[in-house]
């Protein structure tokens, strides 16, 4: 079983749709997680944080189920702009290297 | 301010060669962190640089792998004999102090093509 599992997608909404990502983790001991965005041949960035009591960030909901070891991450209103690969990320132990989710595909259409 | 940088952006060598690949980090930033990712593949951890102390190798697949990181900043990974299975984006990561140490900001990678 991977460390950090994701749906690859792709997910194909209209504009203004609600969308949301799940990403599940093995190790229960993992002390961070994130979004991450990554565009197209490009490099990825850093979307969010995700805490334990939850966070939003506008149109970016993020949440951490500890329990059931999974995060998740929902996006309202969706624009065009949305579209990219969602990188789910986890940091696990004191070297704080992060483990990648695969990623799942967005694309927002017109 | 200025980002992670990478150099070159580019590369395309024949098998058997060896490459050297550069990152600048983020002035300022302690730790530093290469990856790679292969075409529709998650990102694949390599090697880690925490200021002074020993550097984190788990990740490195070989011992044709290898990095070294002069002076806390800049750093160099080397790969020797290269092999086809070496082609992916070679991504480099930097990040900084505290609660932000868990941020890490990444460079636009080197695209290694191995022929």
């Known amino acids: 079983r991977k460390e950090v599992e994701q749906d690859p997608g792709p997910f194909n909404v209209p504009e203004g749709a609600t969308v949301a990502f799940n990403c599940t983790y093995s190790n229960s001991a993992s002390q961070s997680f994130f979004w991450y965005r990554q565009d197209c041949r490009k490099e990825p960035k850093l979307l969010m944080s995700?805490?334990?009591s939850g966070n939003e960030d506008g149109r970016f909901t993020a949440q951490l189920n500890r329990a059931s070891q999974y995060i998740s991450l929902l996006i309202r209103d969706s624009k065009l702009s949305d579209s990219a690969t969602y990188l789910c990320v986890v940091i696990s132990g004191s070297a704080r290297q992060l483990t990648f989710g695969s990623g799942t595909q967005l694309t927002v259409l017109p | 301010g200025a980002g992670v940088s990478q150099s070159p952006s580019n590369k395309v060598t024949e098998k058997g060669k060896d490459v050297e690949l550069r990152c600048d980090p983020i002035s300022g930033h302690t730790a530093l962190y290469w990856y790679r990712q292969s075409l529709g593949q998650g990102l694949e951890f390599l090697i880690y640089f925490q200021g002074n102390s020993a550097p984190d190798k788990s990740g490195l697949p070989s011992d044709r792998f290898s990095a070294e990181r002069t002076g806390g900043s800049v750093s160099t990974l080397t790969i020797q004999r290269t092999q086809q299975e070496d082609s992916a984006v070679y991504l480099c990561a930097s990040s900084g102090r505290g609660r932000s140490s868990y941020e890490q900001y990444f460079g636009p990678g080197t695209r290694l093509t191995v022929t």
């Open positions: 995700v805490y334990s």
